[in-house]
């Protein structure tokens, strides 16, 4: 790099311009847009580090007028309104270069252009190298030895830099000249002029041969092409005006004081990382560089600890604890049958922080020493604080200990304040909630744990602030020992009934793949789409439907959109759905079978935005049944021990009886309370015939309507499902409404709320925000509409289930019963029932389930068992 020094000039409107329509819309917890906030300083941060410039400036454009529509009332008209999206985030951009200490030039009656035009002249002036970094292209004219322009590519990901040379060996104009190509050809997006009938092409061929615009008006006659002579003859005038148009001043009457618009190395640090914090941008937390200030600060927030290293210290801790303590566990594998334990457990008690190095202890002696912790974690008068505390839960129960007493979980809280985040680790919530930044060394975990008694609080009071007391107190936190116990008693695999399946699944495979070869009328490899594109759309001539950069896309939407056109549509989405049953469920379950004969899934709560539990390792909520041999697989499950059966219960049609319950629709509360079913209702009323001469069709097309009302379905989507014309689909979903009339109003009053709040909410109070719902584009501003809609239902089922699985198991607990609760999948319970205790479990579980929460309908559970997981459905 130059020893010279360096001026940074930054084209604010175009680089949030660009920022915004590359990156996916992204909102913070208050339902502020940031994604253009996000990806401008994204951007700032990397060419600050590149560059390390002496000098950051970024220019902005003002709404008054410019001179430019002083002189062309039309100068940029037409243009679209900026959306309300990108618009909120500017004054966001701007506090943040304030706090970043970088000065802003923008004026009334001059373009952001010219100011850059302006600056960068002084520099050059001044002999500074300067970088302009911006997406517009109009800013190549001021490229020269010494002014560098940086376009920004692809969105903001890519970059071009051009000097003086690079335009003249790229495009063969200087950049002076290549005002006169824009004058020439003019700009749609500026709504500049030009000349008629010469484009870009024309335009770079006469200022290459000519010079300049005035050379080429001067030898009109020299030039080829009667249209292209009629053309700069007749608008000479405005070939010349086009170009004084786009022209970028240099001049501007700006004070600038290089001086005072020198790099800082003091800048509001503590107000930029609190704006990262609330803006949640924590990946460029850790990009901002420290000052000495923050260093020092830094050093303050460590803390003191003791180092429990040996039984004797540990026994000592143990007598000195008898009041609420603050627990971290760090360094874990959560696989319960794993031979790794906790490696340490922090501490704080009364303001004592302890770290306790648990294997050193261990090794020291174990029976001691887990005599000791049992003093203290299944002591019911020592409450706990926890992070996350299912994996404690989980671990200390490798270890024969019961952790009692759990009065609250931070990362549970944090996730039902907002279900939207990605994060909930305790160093995020902390940065997040007390505006303390910390980093991930052993110490700073101390720390952490320290102030995990003011997370706490601040959370516990956003939760009575939420009105949410309930779905956290008698829900998501017992839940969290439901979910451990779960994860500890695993579900039994049958290795021989695996193997047998994975040969079913390969003949079929084998047989499928043969099928597809006859339709194609030869042999390919059906895996990869680029072999399957040139099948489908150049030897089949199937429809196009979407390219992509490689070739012709062949994904689930585009094979669901040719299902119609050919029947080997139809074999290849039941090959992929039987190549990814056998992959994912037959390989992938022999992976993860424990020395116990039993895979031990990972349930998770903190993962959808609805409320509903999700598994990992494997999703055992996500085996698709819509082929039977996606059921076999369900075969293998059997039960734990010899003399258990395997015992379901599962919610009839629950989301509807929610939507009865939420919307208050007599007609549809009617037909639950009298047990009719609900389909066959709904194809009388919709297809106006007497209950008994509905078909099967008209049933299984009501039941389509049913659950997509549920969904927002409109007549396009309602139409493709049921390969009816809009016209009818439209005609359904009409009549729906005029007979279920408050179902009507009921989404139309929670799109409002929704519009209003930003939020929508269930039964028990559990949130969900919807930004998407305030969105300027048609779709996104749809989708919200759908998801406000959807939410509370879905959401109030997850409530449902979530307070049946507690009550469950504590109904089995109390009872003393070796029978297990083990699954839960959607909106179904699976136990591992004695076969002795089989009675009176099942008039628990379908008590529990139907009396959990009284509701204007019915909750109706059907009950069934079987030797596995098959046969109990």
């Keep these: 790099m130059s020893t010279k020094e360096v001026m940074l000039i930054l084209d604010g409107n175009s680089l949030m311009n660009r920022a915004f329509y590359a990156l996916p819309l992204l909102t913070n917890n208050e339902g502020l847009h940031t994604n253009a906030i996000y990806g401008f300083t994204n951007m700032l941060l990397k060419m600050k580090e590149e560059l390390t410039p002496n000098y950051v400036v970024c220019t902005f454009d003002r ?75 109009d800013a190549l004219q001021l490229a020269s030895d010494k002014t560098k322009v940086v376009l920004t590519k692809k969105g903001i990901t890519e970059k071009e830099i051009y000097d003086g040379n690079r335009m003249i060996e790229e495009m063969g104009v200087t950049p002076t000249q290549f005002i006169d190509v824009k004058g020439l050809m003019g700009d749609p997006s500026d709504n500049i002029p030009g000349v008629p009938g010469v484009g870009e092409k024309t335009a770079f061929k006469l200022i290459k041969e000519y010079g300049s615009i005035e050379n080429v008006l001067e030898n009109i006659d020299n030039i080829s092409g009667k249209k292209v002579k009629e053309n700069l003859f007749e608008n000479r005038e405005q070939a010349i005006f086009s170009k004084r148009l786009a022209t970028i001043m240099r001049d501007v009457p700006v004070d600038i004081d290089l001086e ?52 004797n210290k540990l026994k000592d801790l143990c007598q000195s604890i008898n009041e609420e303590i603050f627990i971290t566990f760090k360094n874990v594998n959560e696989n319960v049958f794993s031979k790794s334990l906790i490696e340490n457990i922090y501490l704080n008690n009364k303001d004592n922080n302890y770290l306790i190095n648990l294997r050193s202890i261990l090794e020291e002696d174990d029976k001691t020493s887990i005599e000791c912790l049992k003093k203290i974690f299944e002591n019911e008068e020592i409450k706990k604080v926890c992070h996350d505390v299912k994996v404690p839960y989980t671990i200390l129960y490798k270890m024969g200990i019961d952790l009692k007493s759990v009065i609250f979980d931070t990362k549970i809280a944090a996730y039902l304040v907002d279900s939207s985040r990605g994060d909930y680790e305790l160093n995020t919530l902390i940065r997040e ?43 998501e936190l017992p839940l969290t020992k439901v979910l451990a116990s779960m994860e500890i008693e695993g579900f039994r695999v049958d290795k021989e009934a695996l193997t047998h399946i994975g040969d079913k699944f390969s003949i079929e495979i084998e047989k499928i793949q043969k099928e597809i070869y006859n339709l194609a009328d030869e042999e390919f490899n059906v895996n990869s789409p680029k072999q399957l594109g040139k099948i489908l759309f150049e030897k089949l001539d199937l429809p196009v439907i979407k390219k992509t950069k490689t070739g012709y896309s062949t994904n689930a939407e585009v094979l ?3 299902e119609d056109k050919h029947p080997i549509i139809e074999k290849v989405i039941y090959y992929r759905q039987l190549a990814k049953l056998y992959s994912t469920y037959v390989e992938g379950l022999k992976n993860v079978i424990d020395e116990d004969g039993r895979i031990h899934s990972s349930f998770n709560q903190t993962v959808t935005t609805t409320g509903r539990l999700s598994s990992t390792e494997p999703n055992l909520q996500n085996i698709p049944i ?129 519009k209003k709040d930003m939020y929508v909410t269930t039964i028990l109070n559990r949130r ?106």
């Excluded at 744990?449 to 949410?468: A, R, V």
């Excluded at 007599?666 to 009323?685: P, V």
């Excluded at 008039?843 to 079987?866: A, C, Q, R, T, Y």
Aim: hydrophobic share 40%.
């Design 433 to 475: 909630y007390l505006k303390i930044v910390i980093n991930n060394d052993e110490e700073d975990m101390i720390t952490e744990t320290s102030l995990l008694k003011d997370l706490y609080n601040e959370l516990n009071l956003q939760i009575k602030n939420l009105n949410m007391e309930k779905l956290y107190y008698e829900v």
């Design 560 to 562: 669901a959109e040719l």
């Design 63 to 137: 709404s008054a007028p410019t001179f430019r529509h002083n002189e062309y009332e039309d100068y940029k008209a037409g243009r679209k309104k900026m959306p309300p999206e990108l618009r909120e985030q500017f004054p966001v951009v701007k506090d943040l270069l304030s706090k970043l200490a970088i000065d802003i030039f923008e004026i009334d009656g001059f373009e952001a252009d010219d100011l850059i035009g302006t600056l960068s002249k002084v520099a050059e002036e001044h002999d500074i190298e300067t970088y302009i970094v911006t997406g517009d292209k």
């Design 260 to 311: 005072s618009i020198k790099s800082k190395d003091n800048y509001d640090e503590e107000g930029v990382r609190r704006l990262f914090i609330d803006l949640q941008f924590k990946s460029l937390l850790d990009r901002m560089p420290k000052s000495n200030e923050s260093i020092e600060k830094e050093e303050k927030l460590k803390v003191d600890y003791i180092v429990v290293d040996n039984v």
């Design 626 to 754: 819509k082929y039977e041999m996606g059921k076999e697989i369900r075969k293998v499950f059997v039960p734990n021990d010899d003399g258990c059966v395997i015992l379901s219960g599962d919610y009839s049609q629950i989301e509807l009886r929610v939507l009865a319950h939420i919307a208050g629709d007599e007609s549809m509360i009617d037909a639950f309370k009298h047990h009719t079913d609900i389909h066959t209702k709904t194809a009388s009323e919709v297809f106006k015939v007497p209950l008994d001469q509905v078909t099967s069709v008209m049933r299984s097309n009501a039941k389509a309507v049913n659950f997509g009302i549920v969904y927002g379905i409109g007549d396009f989507s309602l139409a493709k499902d049921l390969h009816i014309s809009r016209k009818e689909a439209k005609e359904y979903i009409d009549t729906y409404f005029e007979r279920y009339p408050n179902v009507k109003k009921y989404m139309d009053d929670t799109i409002e709320k929704a």
């Design 768 to 873: 969900r925000f919807i930004p998407e719902i305030l969105n300027s584009k048609k779709m996104v501003k749809a989708f919200g509409e759908r998801l406000a809609m959807n939410s509370p239902i879905q959401g109030s089922a997850a409530d449902i289930i979530k307070m049946a699985m507690v009550n469950v198991y504590n109904e089995l607990e109390n009872r003393e019963l070796k029978s297990t609760l083990i699954l839960q999948v959607h909106d179904e319970l699976i136990l591992n029932v004695y076969k002795d205790e089989l009675n009176e479990v099942r008039s628990l579980l379908k008590e529990s389930m139907e009396n959990i929460i009284k509701l204007n309908v019915p909750l109706e559970v059907d009950i069934d068992e079987g030797e596995n997981w098959y046969e109990a459905k």
